[in-house]
C-alpha cells in the first residue's frame, strides 16, 4: 500500500505543474526577446498574454500603498517632506508642501494607472480621507480595447469617505472628468469611468431652504459614466452633468444645493439613467437645468425627489433647448416639496412620460417670498403623459392643495397631453382647492381619464361654466348649452370665462337638473328654458344621457350615463 501510494503523482502536484507551463513559456519568451524593446510597466499583473495584448481589466492599486492615511485629519506633505523637490519625486502632480497627503496619494494613484496604457481600479479602503484640491481623472487616448479607463472603487458608501473640508470655489469640483475643461467639439469628450461603494462631503453639507450655497461642485461628469453606490453630500451640485449616457444607479444626492445639475457648456446631451436615487433634501432643488441645457431621452426609474423648495427646476433665462423632453420617470416620489414640483416658467416640457408618480407639498421646504404657482409650472406643455399612479398629483389628503395659488398644472399652451389617472386631479377643483389646470393660450386635445368618466381639460367661452353644467363648443372653447344645440359634454367643475374645466364626452358624470324627480332609467334630454340642465320629460330634443340612479324632486343633480351621440 505505501509502495502504491509513493508512485502516485498528487493532484496538488498536478495543478502546479500545469500552472508552471504558461510562466514558463511567458519567461523563455522575455528572455528571447530584443534587448531593445522596452519592457510593460510594472503595473502590469503578469497574465500570459503577448506584450502587444494588454489584459483588458487593468490592476488594481490601494491608495494606502500610495501613502494616503485616511484618519480624517490634515496630514500636509510638510509633515513627511522638507521640500518640495523631495515631494515631487513621489508625487509629480504636487505643488505645494501644503497639499494634504490623501489628496497627493489618491490623485497619485489616478495618474500611474491612466498612464499605464491599460487603466485600472484606485481602492479606497475604509477611512476618511481629507482633500484639498480636484481630482481629475484623465481622458481616454483611444477606442479599443485598451481604455485608460480608471474606476474609483471603495469599501461601501459608510465606509470609505472622500472629505473637502475648505470649499475650493466655484467652477472647481472633488471629483472632474479631464475633458471638463477640452473645447466642446474635442473627441476626447468621451470619457468613460466608474465610481462606486463610496461618499464624498463637501464643505458645507445642510437641507435648509435658503441657506447659501458653498462654490465647489461635487463631480462633473461627461460621457459614459457610472455612479454606483456613491453618496454626494454639502456641495454647491451634487452631482454636474454634461454630454450622454452617463448612470446613477442606487445613489444619494442629500444636502447639497442642487441634486444633479445639467450645467452649461455642454453641445451634447442626453440618455442618461437615474436608478433608485435619492435626490432629496437639497437646499434647492432636486435637479436643476441651465437654460443652455436640458434633459433629454433620460430615464428616471424609482427616484426620490424633493424634501426641497422644488423638485425640477429649470434656472431663470431665456431657454436655448427643451427644458423636459422625451424623458420617463417611472414610480418616481415628488414629495413634500415646498413651492412646486417641476417649476419653469420660461421652459418648455415635451413629450415626457410620468408612469406611478406621486407627490405632495410641505411647507418646511419653502422658500420665503416665492409663490406656490402650481405643482407643475412650465411656458408650454405638449404631448405628456400622466399615467398610472393613483396619488398623481396628490398625497390623498389634499392637505396643503390649499396653498396652491393658480392651479395644479400652470403653462402659456398645453396641446396634446393625456392625463390618464385624473381622479385627484380633477378633485382638487371639485372640492374647491384649485382649477387642475390654468392655460393661458392655446389648450386643445388634453384628454383625460378618472374613475367613472372620460374626457378633455377645455377652455371656457363667455358667460363662464358651473359644476354639471351641460355644455356646447365655441371655437376652441365651450359654454353653457343653448337650446337646440348638440351637447358636447358635461362640466365637472365651475370656471369663469378664460379659465379650464374638464369636459366629460363619456360615462357616467353629475349633471344638473330640474326641480321634479328623475327615476333611474330615465331618458334624459336638456330642459326647456335652462337647456344646461337635464330632465326626464318628452320634448323635441335629443336625449344626451340615461340616469343611474334616483334623483329626488328638489335635488340638484343626477348622475347621468352620457349618451352624446349627434342626431
Known amino acids: 500500500m505505501n509502495d502504491r501510494t509513493g508512485s502516485r503523482i498528487g493532484r496538488r502536484a498536478l495543478l502546479s505543474a500545469a500552472l508552471a507551463l504558461p510562466a514558463a513559456a511567458s519567461a523563455a519568451v522575455t528572455a528571447g526577446a530584443s534587448p531593445d524593446k522596452p519592457s510593460r510597466p510594472s503595473l502590469t499583473p503578469p497574465s500570459g498574454l503577448p506584450p502587444d495584448q494588454p489584459p483588458r481589466n487593468g490592476p488594481a492599486l490601494s491608495i494606502r500603498d500610495r501613502g494616503a492615511i485616511g484618519d480624517g485629519r490634515s496630514h500636509p506633505l510638510s509633515e513627511r517632506y522638507k521640500t518640495l523637490e523631495a515631494a515631487r519625486r513621489v508625487y509629480p502632480h504636487a505643488r505645494s508642501l501644503d497639499q494634504e497627503c490623501d489628496w497627493a496619494a489618491l490623485q497619485g494613484v489616478v495618474l500611474d494607472l491612466s498612464r499605464s496604457g491599460q ?35 471603495g469599501a461601501g458608501m459608510r465606509a ?44 458645507k453639507p445642510g437641507n ?23 453618496g454626494v453630500y454639502g456641495f454647491r451640485a451634487g452631482v454636474d452633468v454634461w454630454r450622454d449616457h452617463s448612470s446613477l444607479i442606487s445613489c444619494q444626492l442629500t ?168 381622479e385627484r386631479l380633477i378633485r382638487l377643483g371639485r372640492d374647491g382647492f384649485a382649477p387642475a389646470l390654468s392655460i393661458s393660450g392655446t389648450c386643445r386635445a388634453n384628454r383625460f381619464e378618472a374613475v367613472d368618466c372620460a374626457g378633455e381639460f377645455r377652455r371656457v367661452g363667455s358667460g363662464g361654466v358651473d359644476a354639471g353644467n351641460l355644455v356646447q363648443r365655441d371655437y376652441d372653447r365651450v359654454r353653457r348649452l343653448e337650446q337646440d344645440r348638440p351637447a358636447d359634454g358635461v362640466a365637472l367643475t365651475s370656471a369663469p370665462a378664460g379659465g379650464v374645466v374638464p369636459v366629460a364626452t363619456s360615462g357616467t358624470a353629475p349633471v344638473g337638473k330640474t326641480r321634479p324627480a328623475i327615476r333611474m332609467g330615465s331618458l334624459l ?21 340615461v340616469a343611474v340612479a334616483d334623483a329626488p324632486a328638489g335635488s340638484d343633480s343626477v348622475t347621468m350615463d352620457l349618451r352624446l351621440g349627434v342626431r
Open 119 to 153: 487603466g485600472g481600479t484606485v481602492l479606497v479602503p475604509p477611512g476618511q480621507y481629507r482633500l484639498d484640491g480636484e481630482i481629475v481623472l484623465p481622458n481616454l487616448d483611444r477606442y479599443d480595447d485598451a481604455f485608460n479607463e480608471v474606476e474609483i472603487v
Open 160 to 203: 470609505s469617505l472622500l472629505s473637502w473640508p475648505e470649499d475650493l470655489g466655484p467652477g472647481r469640483f472633488a471629483i472632474r472628468a479631464g475633458s471638463r475643461q477640452a473645447a466642446r467639439n474635442d473627441n476626447k469628450g468621451y470619457q468613460r469611468s466608474r465610481i462606486a461603494h463610496l461618499s464624498l462631503r463637501g464643505p
Open 208 to 230: 435648509r431652504p435658503g441657506d447659501a450655497p458653498p462654490g465647489m461642485g461635487g463631480v462633473a461628469l461627461t460621457s459614459r459614466f457610472l455612479l454606483e453606490r456613491v
Open 255 to 422: 444636502k447639497n444645493h442642487i441634486g444633479a445639475y445639467w450645467s452649461a457648456g455642454t453641445d451634447s446631451f442626453g440618455d442618461h439613467l437615474f436608478l433608485d436615487t435619492d435626490l432629496a433634501g437639497n437646499t434647492l432643488a432636486s435637479i436643476a437645468v441651465a437654460p443652455e441645457n436640458g434633459i433629454d431621452h433620460a430615464s428616471f426609474i424609482s427616484c426620490h425627489f424633493g424634501f426641497s423648495p422644488y423638485a425640477i427646476l429649470a434656472e431663470d433665462g431665456a431657454p436655448k433647448r427643451t427644458f423636459l423632453s422625451n424623458n420617463k420617470f417611472l414610480d418616481c416620489a415628488f414629495e413634500a416639496c415646498g413651492n412646486g414640483w417641476i417649476q419653469g416658467p420660461m421652459a418648455e416640457m415635451y413629450g415626457n412620460v410620468l408612469i406611478g408618480c406621486s407627490g405632495s407639498l410641505l411647507p418646511d421646504y419653502r422658500l420665503a417670498g416665492r409663490p406656490v404657482t402650481g405643482l407643475i409650472v412650465v411656458r408650454s406643455l405638449e404631448r405628456n403623459r400622466f399615467t398610472g399612479g393613483s396619488a398623481s398629483f396628490g398625497d390623498g389628503t389634499n392637505d396643503r392643495a390649499a396653498d396652491i395659488e393658480t392651479a395644479a398644472v400652470v403653462a402659456s399652451s398645453a396641446v396634446g397631453n393625456r392625463f390618464e389617472d385624473a
Open 525 to 545: 334630454r336638456p330642459a326647456g328654458g335652462v337647456p344646461q340642465r337635464v330632465d326626464s320629460s318628452a320634448g323635441p330634443a335629443a336625449a344626451v344621457g
